[in-house]
């Protein structure tokens, strides 16, 4: 079997390093560049985790309110109960039916960092909302190497209709760069590490690579000027295709200008090799991409990532766990203990692995505390109960300590209807971007700090 | 029985289509239906009107058909709820049954109502990216070479069962970055350039090594005392050669190892090895001329003591292995993709800019699918000049620019030119029709050929383009419409991502379920390819088996063959034989521990007659969850005895019925859980049958009309890349027409839709100016 393993130092030399430190230590070794964000402590990283077919919440939400709240079966896995924030009675409004019947799942999954209720379409005329992440990405995205990361385990392409009328579009992405713009999102961790640590096949030394880049950028002026050409002679659906176009090649001659302002010295970090692909099993598949989010975060190569455990209304079955029906056949439960219980083990499993994330997250030294210390993740569902496919009191936890700017070890009850968008409200705050107002939010959440 | 079932709406409609357009022809603008406005009036309005209407839907200002259809958001809205009967709330005194069918149809039509009087309409196409497969199968036949890196695109998200659909299809930064990467990738591997160039490396076999004085070791040639070996080698390409061979010596006495390297009549070297122990290559330039050659290598110095001062002394050398280099000339061996590309070339230094413009007047015209225009070729130019002029090789130059092409929007999307702001149809141009028809039957850009027709003659003459269709779907590359088109309606695709209960199917895995969608690949590739009925999908007496799969199955003989390749069999009438008893389907429609008679019964209703069924009420419970007992059929039954259930399912659960003598992967059974199978089943119709073949029967016979109408609309929708509309109904009615007279052939469907209107032409989107906003036709 073909095993490559990448030295992080050679990689790091002979991509002209382009990889930032782990933060603080980088910081003070070069003192002059960026005295403000100095001053400010380290970067704070967000992470959204999306779980499908809602939660068993009897097995989620704890009885208890405030610091003495126990852990609940589901919770316990994920563990880290003073990295805990459970809130709960959070509402996604933007994914109930407003008279568009069946479509819970891919509404849920279009809706969850939107808050937008997604246009029913196939196809024509998609329509959602711009999700917090990329609201989030578009003001910091620029001071990383990759403005944010978007994984997954399943495959955006899939055949036939995806729920009721919803396009797969709806079911696959919960990143939204604008209302018509959903984020595709990587799926084989090896793609990942090439994409964060920039090549995989030929490293290239810093003039081979400053070379590349200068005819990318001709190439890349040239094609412009042709989309731009095209652009003024079509109608207005096909603009905001082109649109799409135009910003991405934006969007890379901007990060390749970065890479050059964003480049550093040497860091030592784990070896960690360069993953052979997609796993067989499941569990190793997410734990590998769960890696790829902390070496992004661990090396600042991005401060915002999406990950999803399955699409929308995911049927897989978990064979791990031997649980040999399908997720969303199981949801279904209509109040059959068998069923309820194959439903808090799947969700017990997701839950292990998030622990995993969070134990590797918390193993890395950074500044005074450890990188989960300078994490807010987002973990849950934007369906409470799969059977009856409500929005409301949704299974929702804020992991990691934000950079003191949570105090965590609690379980918040907010009066119901609250909007999640207050949460992300909330989010944007603490990453120094003000908003007014996201979606359909009421203010910012009350009672984090 | 609230819940009306499109199929019986959509048949209805269809027998009464042409009074219905009689009578939507004679109304008056202002003139709605009595009854209809009568039932709006009591049963809706009190609660939607005013300036607050309940759910935002306001049904009290309407006086006009059009004013309807302006407002087609809401009466869609309107016409769900009460189609699936959930408004009017009981409570607000329930609408008749015959009363809420007629509102029902009275909203439907109003909204969708058409008019084929004057002919199909051409529609609007959103610009489409190339497809993943597209993008590979493109470069495959421009520049021939196998992309593979295409596979590590972000998957394309799909619209409409198929992910061709120009409103879905993005193009995230990430996805930018993997086009300029793959092209990076490609061009380097079709251009070779001298900055890149290293010459071949040949290892000498010196097995077969004349030897005077030496022996054979497994480490080389070992020379004991002076010697000589001959070694002959073979070349194929004449140019010039470096001779590389590793040496290394034991020393003793006063003088280094010495010894003399020749090549063919040359005179030999001589030369010295002064490390012990340390092998050392030694290198020989010459040209070589095609044919049998030979180097010699001799060791002239010997020196042995067997017992002096300092005990025994040994002189000897090792010839470890020897390589050619070569040829060292760039340019000498290149690929053939290399030579494809450069037709020509340029000899001179003055040459190349004018080499450069032909090719890239070419390529561009290759890449772009339509002539470049003089100032594309400019631009090309420019590109490749300023890396000439910064000393980068001619084929440096025009690999930068290969690039640019590669990742210019005219090559990754299916440019069309807009059609007049004034709402009247355009035909397309000869090349935008001939990129629509080669990638709608090759999955793949033009060749030359048709790029060829494209441009000495007229596509849009129906002969001419009936000819160039035929010739696309006679050719073997045809074949990826089994993967582009039936593929993905079948829904092979989700195969993949199937997961099964490995203690009630060992042995199910990825391969398994890979040879299952291979069996239906190769089904239909044949019914294809000898252009037979489409209905044989359905029915036909054969299928392709390998072993694994045969074994698997064990109804359809055994296999004698390599474990992997697929045979094609006969079947025996009384099981399997059609597209409803193959693996891929039984599976794909099955959950991971048991069958589901109603996903297949929905699978049937969505993919062979067109009807989707609307999804099941939210506070409708599934079948598990009630406390209903004996078989899987008597629970459904008993489910489907509530009256908000009964009207889909009544269609839904006797077609998964039928098929219930295949147990969750696809394998016969008589039995399920120590019950006899009963796979009988009723319409609502009227149509009795036994079993999965007298199914197959009804479906080809009583409901063929609808069966070959569905599949007429799912493939105008892969072929024309975007959803239908309910006035793209004019347009599948004349194409099914044409294959009810022509025995339903494969090739009557494909000429069809080449041929029809919205596949030639292409009419500005109304709905863009805020006018109406026509819905799609599939739910």
């Not at chain 1, 989309?227 to 001659?253: C, I, P, S, T, W």
């Not at chain 2, 109603?598 to 969850?625: C, F, H, K, Q, Y």
């Given at each position: ?449 | ?210 030897l005077e004085g030496g022996v ?5 040639l070992v020379f004991y005392s002076n010697g000589t070996a ?19 010596g034991q020393?003793a006495g006063?003088?280094?190892c010495r010894f ?37 290598v001799t060791f002239d110095n010997d020196f042995y003591i067997e ?5 025994k002394k040994d002189r000897n050398l090792l010839l ?460």
């Amino acid at each position: 079997m073909h095993h490559r393993r990448i030295e992080r130092r050679t990689v790091l030399r002979g991509l002209g390093a382009t990889l930032a430190l782990p933060w603080l230590e980088s910081m003070l070794s070069v003192p002059a560049r960026n005295s403000a964000v100095l001053a400010s402590g380290p970067p704070l990283r967000v992470a959204f985790m999306y779980v499908p077919n809602g939660m068993h919440m009897p097995a989620w939400t704890p009885t208890a309110e405030g610091r003495d709240f126990e852990l609940s079966p589901v919770l316990n896995e994920i563990g880290f109960r003073e990295q805990m924030l459970v809130l709960s009675g959070l509402t996604l409004d933007g994914a109930r039916p407003h008279g568009d019947g069946g479509g819970d799942h891919a509404r849920a999954v279009a809706s969850f960092l939107t808050g937008a209720h997604p246009k029913k379409t196939d196809g024509a005329n998609i329509l959602n909302g711009p999700s917090v992440d990329q609201v989030a990405a578009e003001k910091i995205g620029h001071l990383t190497r990759l403005p944010s990361l978007e994984l997954g385990t399943e495959s955006s392409s899939q055949a036939g209709n995806c729920d009721s009328g919803y396009s797969c579009v709806y079911t696959s992405n919960v990143s939204w760069r604008t209302a018509t713009s959903p984020v595709a999102k990587e799926m084989d961790p090896s793609l990942v590490f090439d994409r964060l640590f920039s090549q995989a096949t030929a490293p290239l030394t810093p003039d081979q690579r400053a070379q590349r880049d200068k005819h990318r950028h001709s190439i890349l002026d040239l094609v412009q000027s042709d989309a731009n050409a095209l652009h003024r002679a079509l109608g207005a659906n096909d603009r905001r295709k082109l649109d799409e176009y135009l910003y991405a090649v934006r969007d890379v001659e901007q990060r390749m200008r970065n890479a050059d302002k964003l480049q550093n010295q040497d860091v030592d970090t784990a070896d960690f090799s360069r993953p052979d692909g997609v796993p067989r099993e499941y569990d190793k598949h997410v734990q590998l991409m769960l890696d790829m989010m902390v070496l992004a975060f661990q090396t600042d190569s991005t401060r915002i990532a999406t990950f999803m455990y399955a699409n929308a209304g995911s049927n897989r079955s978990y064979r791990e766990i031997e649980v040999g029906d399908g997720h969303h056949d199981l949801s279904h439960h209509g109040k059959n203990a068998d069923k309820q219980s194959g439903v808090q083990k799947i969700n017990m499993f997701h839950a292990r692995l998030c622990h995993y994330f969070l134990r590797r997250l918390s193993a890395i030294r950074e500044g005074d505390g450890t990188l989960l210390d300078n994490c807010l993740i987002v973990y849950g569902s934007a369906i409470s109960d799969g059977d009856r496919h409500n929005h409301d009191d949704l299974p929702i936890v804020l992991l990691g300590g934000g950079c003191g700017t949570v105090t965590s070890g609690r379980h918040i009850r907010y009066p119901n209807e609250t909007p999640l968008t207050n949460l992300y409200v909330s989010l944007l705050e603490r990453l120094k971007i003000p908003v007014d107002k996201f979606s359909d939010s009421t203010g910012p959440l009350a009672g984090l700090s | 029985m609230l819940r009306i079932c499109y199929f019986l709406i959509q048949s209805i409609a269809a027998i009464s289509t042409i009074f219905l357009v009689e009578f939507c022809l004679a109304r008056q603008p202002d003139d709605l239906d009595p009854r209809a406005v009568r039932l709006l009036a009591n049963h809706c309005v009190d609660c939607h009107s005013g300036n607050e209407p309940a759910a935002g839907l306001g049904l009290d200002q309407f006086r006009s058909v059009q004013s309807i259809r302006q407002s087609n958001d809401v009466w869609e809205k309107a016409w769900r709820r009460v189609e699936e009967g959930s408004m009017p709330p009981p409570e607000e005194g329930s609408l008749a049954n015959d009363d809420r069918q007629f509102l029902s149809r009275w909203i439907d039509e109003t909204l969708h109502k058409i008019d084929c009087s004057q002919g199909p309409s051409p529609g609007h196409v959103t610009i489409r990216r190339l497809t993943r497969s597209e993008y590979r199968n493109s470069v495959r036949d421009l520049l021939g070479v196998d992309h593979l890196p295409a596979a590590s695109f972000p998957g394309d998200d799909s619209g409409y069962g198929f992910d061709n659909i120009g409103d879905v299809l993005s193009l995230p930064p990430v996805l930018m970055e993997k086009y300029l990467d793959a092209a990076e990738a490609i061009c380097r591997q079709v251009i070779q350039t001298p900055e890149d160039f290293q010459p071949p490396v040949m290892a000498v076999d010196m097995a077969n090594a004349k030897l005077e004085g030496g022996v054979n070791r497994s480490n080389g040639l070992v020379f004991y005392s002076n010697g000589t070996a001959v070694v002959e080698f073979d070349i194929q390409t004449a140019g010039t050669y470096d001779l590389v061979v590793t040496v290394s010596g034991q020393q003793a006495g006063d003088q280094p190892c010495r010894f003399t390297l020749g090549l063919d009549k040359v005179k030999p070297r001589s030369l010295e090895i002064a490390e012990h122990e340390v092998p050392k290559p030694f290198t020989q330039s010459q040209r070589l001329k095609v044919g049998k050659h030979r180097f010699t290598v001799t060791f002239d110095n010997d020196f042995y003591i067997e017992n002096g001062p300092e005990g025994k002394k040994d002189r000897n050398l090792l010839l470890h292995h020897a390589r050619m280099v070569g040829p060292t000339e760039f340019g000498s061996q290149v690929s053939d993709a290399h030579r494809q590309f450069f037709f020509v070339y340029p000899s001179k230094s003055d040459q190349e800019a004018d080499a450069a413009k032909r090719l890239f007047r070419v390529w561009s015209s290759r890449f772009y699918r339509r002539p470049s225009s003089e100032p594309e070729v400019e631009a090309l130019l420019r590109i490749y000049s300023g890396v000439r002029a910064e000393g980068g090789s001619f084929e440096f130059g025009m690999q930068i620019a290969l690039q640019a092409m590669m990742v210019s929007p005219k090559f990754l999307y299916k440019v069309e030119r807009p059609a007049p702001a004034d709402g009247s149809p355009r035909p397309l141009t000869n090349y935008e029709l001939a990129t629509n028809l080669s990638y709608f039957i090759w999955g793949t850009t033009p060749d030359a050929t048709l790029l060829e027709t494209a441009t000495k003659k007229d596509l849009q003459d129906p002969e001419i383009l009936r000819n160039e269709a035929r010739r696309l779907l006679t050719s073997p590359k045809a074949e990826a419409l089994v993967d582009g088109f039936f593929s993905q309606w079948l829904q092979l695709r989700a195969l993949e991502n199937q997961t099964r209960d490995p203690n009630l199917f060992p042995g199910v895995d990825l391969l398994l379920l890979s040879d299952m969608r291979r069996e239906t690949q190769l089904y239909c590739w044949e019914i294809v390819r000898r252009d037979r009925s489409v209905l044989d999908l359905l029915t036909a007496d054969f299928t392709y088996v390998n072993d694994r799969l045969a074994k698997h199955y064990g109804d359809v003989g055994e296999i004698k063959s390599d474990a992997a390749e697929f045979v094609r069999v006969t079947l025996p009438r009384s099981r399997r034989g059609g597209l409803l008893t193959q693996g891929s389907i039984l599976t794909v429609t099955s959950n991971p521990s048991r069958t589901s008679p109603v996903r297949r019964g929905r699978w049937i209703m969505e993919n062979l007659l067109g009807t989707p069924p609307p999804p099941a009420a939210p506070d409708v419970m599934p079948l598990e969850s009630q406390k209903l007992v004996g078989t899987l059929r008597q629970r459904m039954e008993q489910h489907r005895s509530d009256p908000n259930c009964a009207a889909c399912h009544q269609m839904m659960d006797p077609l998964g019925f039928a098929l219930e003598s295949f147990d969750a992967v696809g394998r016969w059974r008589d039995s399920d859980n120590g019950e006899p199978i009963d796979a009988t089943g009723e319409l609502p119709s009227g149509e009795v049958f036994h079993g999965v073949a007298e199914l197959q029967k009804i479906l080809v016979e009583q409901k063929r009309e609808a069966f070959l109408r569905c599949l007429t609309q799912k493939m105008l929708i892969y072929a024309l890349g975007r959803g239908l509309r309910y006035e793209d109904q004019c347009a599948v009615n004349d194409i099914v027409k044409r294959l009810q007279a022509n025995d339903h052939r494969v090739s009557e469907l494909v000429l069809g839709i080449v041929e029809s209107v919205p596949f030639r032409q292409r009419q500005k989107m109304v709905d863009e100016a805020g006018m109406l906003e026509p819905v799609p036709m599939t739910k």
